[in-house]
Every structure is written in structure tokens, then in C-alpha cells.
């Protein structure tokens, strides 16, 4: 079954992984059981976010009935697939570094902490899940399914407060070895271990999205269509999305204008395998199939509805 031209691309992904499916988040269970999660951090998680876990693809709602959107999100999440297939599992341990070597030191703490440290963990968790069944509740309740913007606030005093009695409660429990909280939060914090492989990862990504910018612009060539989105990026790379992967808004820039050249350099015939083969920046690796897999489908199917 081949009906859309999101369809016939995921046809190519399937030759390439084995498998590969899409779905629309509010049509699948456990989109709806991590949009209970994810509420109090990104409110439209379901409505605005599409998610890929290899090798499938989670779209936003927003996204049903328009194949030409989709298709555009997923020539980014494609890249992403590749590295994963490419790399295997250690793609995944990279792009969630630094923040699961916080995990040892999180366990480590509540061990340490004797029993009233297990109770109040167990009462915190509960709580903080009473919290989500509210936020829950509240979203249904709204007429767009996103709960309003105050809606989350008592939750997070809530988690601030919780998280300082549980170290207080660690400390008096655990004594000094209470204070590898800290080591925890180094990790789980942006800083001073930063997301870099995460970051380089999506600068990947998002090369494919100006690749894209640039096969249909590049007729009329446009340098504002460019700079507006490279823009928007530098925004999205230093914003909370990935977790502030990259607090450099100049570099991220001087990083994307370098990929705008390679792609013009390697769609004009000059120099394609150094363009695209070699690793120029030490910062990108640059297999090249997942761009060659979007332009054979943007080649198929053009840019229409
Ligand atoms: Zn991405």
C-alpha cells in the first residue's frame, strides 16, 4: 500500500531498515502515555511535537491530512534514523549524553537515604503523579487538549520543594555522601557536560531541512528563505527543546551558513565526494544516503499538496 507520497517514502525507509511505520500521536496509546509525561514541559507535546523511536515516525496531530508537511518533517527525522541504524545503540546513549550518568548517582542518593528516605521518595513520585492526573484532567477539559499555561505551575514549586526535602532528608539520612546529589545534577543539567553529540546530531538534521529549503528555492534563489531559517534554528539549538544543546547562537549560525555551501557546492556538481565524504568540521559526520534518499523523493513527488 503505497497511496501518498509519505507513503512512498516510508517504502524507501522500509527497503533500507526493514521496518518502518508512522503514526498520528493521538492515535496511538504510547504517544498518549508519553504526552502524560511530557505535559508539564511541552503543554502540546501531542498538537505541535512529532517524535521519531526508531523506526517509526509519531507525527502532530496538526500534521493529519497534510502529506507535504509530514514529508518535510520526516526528511529531517530520516537522518536521524540513519545514524541510528548506522550506528546502532551507541546513537542512542550519545544523543541522550550527559543526562543518564545522572541516573547511578540519583539511585546511589536514595539508597544511601534509609527507610524514611525510600518513604518520602515513594510520596514524591506518588504526588508528582496526582500532579499529572490534574494537568491531565485540565487538558480534556480545554477545548484544544492543551492545558493552560498556569496549569503546570504549582506542579513545578511542587517538584522544586520536593526535590530540596529529599536532600534534605538524604543529608541527615546519608551524611555527607548526600551532597553526590550534586553529581546527579551535573548530568542531568546541560551543564558543564554538554549535549554536544546530541547537537551535532541535529545540526545534521537540520542541514537535511535547508536542503530541502534550497531544492525548492533555489530557482529563485532566495538568501532571506536561508537566513530566516537559520535564524529559527540558532533559536531552537540554544532554546529548552533539546535542552539547551548549544548556548553559542553565532556558532550554531556559522556552522548552518558552511552547510548552505557544501549543499550548493555538492548540488552543482563541484567536488561531491569531498563535499559530502569528508569530515571537514570533525563536528559532522557526512554519509550522504539520507540526503540522497530525500532528493530521489523530492525529485518523485515535487513539492505539491
Ligand atoms: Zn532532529
Known amino acids: 500500500m503505497a497511496d501518498t507520497a509519505l507513503d512512498r517514502f516510508f517504502e524507501i525507509e522500509k527497503d533500507k531498515y526493514g521496518k518502518a511505520a508512522y503514526y498520528f500521536k493521538p492515535d496511538k496509546a504510547s504517544s498518549r502515555v508519553r504526552a502524560f509525561y511530557a505535559r508539564p514541559f511541552c503543554p502540546k507535546y501531542t498538537q505541535s511535537f512529532s517524535t521519531t523511536m526508531y523506526p517509526n515516525t509519531f507525527f502532530a496531530e496538526k500534521k493529519k491530512g497534510n502529506t507535504q508537511s509530514c514529508l518535510e518533517t520526516e526528511y529531517h527525522e530520516n537522518v536521524h534514523k540513519w545514524d541510528r541504524w548506522h550506528e546502532g545503540f551507541a546513537f542512542v546513549l550519545k544523543y541522550a549524553w550527559p543526562h543518564w550518568m ?49 496549569a503546570a505551575v504549582p506542579l513545578y514549586v511542587f517538584m522544586l ?97 558552511f552547510q548552505v555551501a557544501r549543499i550548493q557546492f555538492s548540488e552543482a556538481g563541484f567536488l561531491e565526494r569531498w563535499v559530502w565524504k569528508a569530515d571537514i568540521t570533525k563536528s559532522l559526520r557526512a554519509e550522504a544516503e539520507p540526503f540522497r534518499m530525500a532528493k530521489f523523493s523530492i525529485d518523485r513527488e515535487g513539492f505539491g499538496g
Do not use: C
Open 161 to 257: 520543594f520536593g526535590l530540596i526535602a529529599l536532600v534534605f532528608i538524604s543529608i541527615r539520612d546519608g551524611g555527607y555522601w548526600a551532597f553526590l546529589w550534586l553529581g546527579a545534577l551535573l548530568f542531568f543539567s546541560p551543564w558543564p557536560f554538554k549535549p554536544i553529540f546530541r547537537r551535532n546530531y541535529e545540526i545534521r538534521g537540520y542541514t537535511m531541512s535547508l536542503y530541502r529549503i534550497w531544492l525548492k528555492y533555489k530557482d529563485v534563489f532566495d538568501a532571506e528563505k536561508f537566513k530566516a531559517a537559520i535564524d529559527e534554528y540558532a533559536d531552537i539549538f540554544a532554546g529548552p527543546s533539546y535542552l539547551f544543546m548549544e548556548t553559542n547562537r553565532k556558532r550554531v549560525r556559522q556552522e548552518f551558513l
Open 102 to 150: 545522572g541516573l547511578p548517582f540519583l539511585l546511589a542518593v536514595v539508597a544511601l537515604s534509609g527507610m524514611w528516605g525510600w518513604i518520602a521518595f515513594a510520596a514524591f513520585i506518588g504526588l508528582l503523579h496526582l500532579g499529572l492526573v490534574i494537568l491531565e484532567v485540565s487538558a480534556r477539559r480545554s477545548k484544544d487538549g492543551v492545558a493552560s499555561g498556569g
